[in-house]
């Protein structure tokens, strides 16, 4: 038996979110910032005795073919193999539950992809990871989303990413000071509002309206995209108030693309984190629920009114290594 474990990192968005997606980014060009963080999917491979698959999730699967596999992503992951009748056993757990908005199912088909080409002996490098597990989700399966989730988990960073109108990805590293990254450390705070949900019906709302060339979300995105480019300057300058007050007027603008993306919870929870020394924040992912994140000088008076309304604080430190394998 050989035991392989890999490891893909969570992410939260900095800046230009949503202008990832094809629909935005084959007219306009996409352009974003994002951060890996040290929050993981891990997937494990092992051989069985015999020859068939077994997968462990949420639910447990025993099969002898490919075909049979009920979940999409392991399925298109080793029919990209050509795998017909494979010996293998996938096991896989989180840090984080999905549907919370910081990219899980990126991260799983990047450590997914990982595990298996380690487990057949093949090699494969953080970009062509990335694009693979890109074609899996959004070409194979039809998922409506964009390429930031499986490149910032692949490459992990802090990163830009310029997303092509011809398709192709560019990846440029920020290189900020310590000083900025130690302020980052100490003044970004995450919090889960309780909430998990799908991200699909709010992005296919986008895609959709982007696709029609409709001239509000297309203004939208293109303003977002511009306070992508404000933040990096912002975060390249050390200028971290300007950050923060750039994370709300993201927020502003997040909200108006869909009704779907904040709830009457979400947005007393914002409003009271203003009140309580937040600079700004928004919530991480397509929206309905999730994560809220702020940026704040005043984080023992944010941590105690985010505490009175329920809300959990997760710790967490930025992650430069991406996709590994962590066990052979």
């Given at each position: 038996m050989l035991v392989i474990?890999?490891?893909?990192?969570?992410r939260v968005s900095l800046g230009g979110g949503g202008t990832d997606l094809p629909s935005y980014s084959s007219k306009f060009e996409g352009r974003l910032i994002t951060a890996a963080i040290n929050k993981y999917v891990?997937?494990?491979t092992n051989r069985p005795f015999q020859q068939e698959v077994i997968l462990k999730y949420s639910e447990v699967e025993k099969t002898k073919h490919v075909e049979e596999i009920s979940h999409p992503i392991i399925r298109e992951v080793l029919r990209t193999l050509n795998l017909k009748t494979p010996q293998i056993e996938i096991s896989t757990i989180a840090d984080i539950p999905s549907g919370t908005g910081l990219g899980s199912s990126g991260s799983f088909t990047t450590a997914l992809l990982k595990a298996v080409y380690t487990h057949y002996r093949k090699t494969i490098h953080a970009s062509e990871l990335a694009e693979l597990a890109c074609t899996i989700e959004m070409t194979k399966l039809g998922e409506p989303i964009g390429k930031q989730d499986q490149y910032i988990s692949a490459f992990g960073g802090i990163m830009e990413f310029v997303f092509n109108k011809d398709g192709s990805v560019?990846?440029?590293p920020l290189n900020l000071s310590q000083t900025t990254l130690h302020d980052l450390d100490d003044n970004l705070l995450l919090f889960f509002t309780g909430l998990s949900r799908s991200a699909s019906l709010i992005l296919k709302d986008q895609v959709d309206k982007s696709n029609?060339?409709?001239e509000l979300?297309?203004?939208?995105?293109?303003h977002?995209?511009?306070l992508g480019i404000r933040s990096k300057r912002a975060l390249l300058d050390g200028n971290m108030y300007k950050f923060g007050e750039l994370m709300h007027e993201h927020w502003e603008y997040k909200k108006s693309r869909s009704n779907g993306i904040s709830n009457e919870f979400i947005d007393e929870a914002y409003y009271k984190a203003i009140k309580s020394g937040a600079v700004g924040g928004k919530l991480v992912g397509a929206g309905g629920g999730g994560f809220l994140m702020f940026y704040s000088n005043d984080k023992e008076r944010l941590r105690i009114a985010m505490a009175n309304l329920g809300?959990?604080?997760i710790r967490f430190q930025f992650e430069f290594e991406g996709?590994?394998?962590?066990?052979?």
């Amino acid at each position: 038996m050989l035991v392989i474990i890999s490891r893909s990192p969570l992410r939260v968005s900095l800046g230009g979110g949503g202008t990832d997606l094809p629909s935005y980014s084959s007219k306009f060009e996409g352009r974003l910032i994002t951060a890996a963080i040290n929050k993981y999917v891990y997937v494990t491979t092992n051989r069985p005795f015999q020859q068939e698959v077994i997968l462990k999730y949420s639910e447990v699967e025993k099969t002898k073919h490919v075909e049979e596999i009920s979940h999409p992503i392991i399925r298109e992951v080793l029919r990209t193999l050509n795998l017909k009748t494979p010996q293998i056993e996938i096991s896989t757990i989180a840090d984080i539950p999905s549907g919370t908005g910081l990219g899980s199912s990126g991260s799983f088909t990047t450590a997914l992809l990982k595990a298996v080409y380690t487990h057949y002996r093949k090699t494969i490098h953080a970009s062509e990871l990335a694009e693979l597990a890109c074609t899996i989700e959004m070409t194979k399966l039809g998922e409506p989303i964009g390429k930031q989730d499986q490149y910032i988990s692949a490459f992990g960073g802090i990163m830009e990413f310029v997303f092509n109108k011809d398709g192709s990805v560019t990846a440029l590293p920020l290189n900020l000071s310590q000083t900025t990254l130690h302020d980052l450390d100490d003044n970004l705070l995450l919090f889960f509002t309780g909430l998990s949900r799908s991200a699909s019906l709010i992005l296919k709302d986008q895609v959709d309206k982007s696709n029609k060339d409709n001239e509000l979300m297309i203004e939208n995105l293109h303003h977002t995209k511009e306070l992508g480019i404000r933040s990096k300057r912002a975060l390249l300058d050390g200028n971290m108030y300007k950050f923060g007050e750039l994370m709300h007027e993201h927020w502003e603008y997040k909200k108006s693309r869909s009704n779907g993306i904040s709830n009457e919870f979400i947005d007393e929870a914002y409003y009271k984190a203003i009140k309580s020394g937040a600079v700004g924040g928004k919530l991480v992912g397509a929206g309905g629920g999730g994560f809220l994140m702020f940026y704040s000088n005043d984080k023992e008076r944010l941590r105690i009114a985010m505490a009175n309304l329920g809300l959990a604080e997760i710790r967490f430190q930025f992650e430069f290594e991406g996709t590994k394998v962590i066990l052979t």
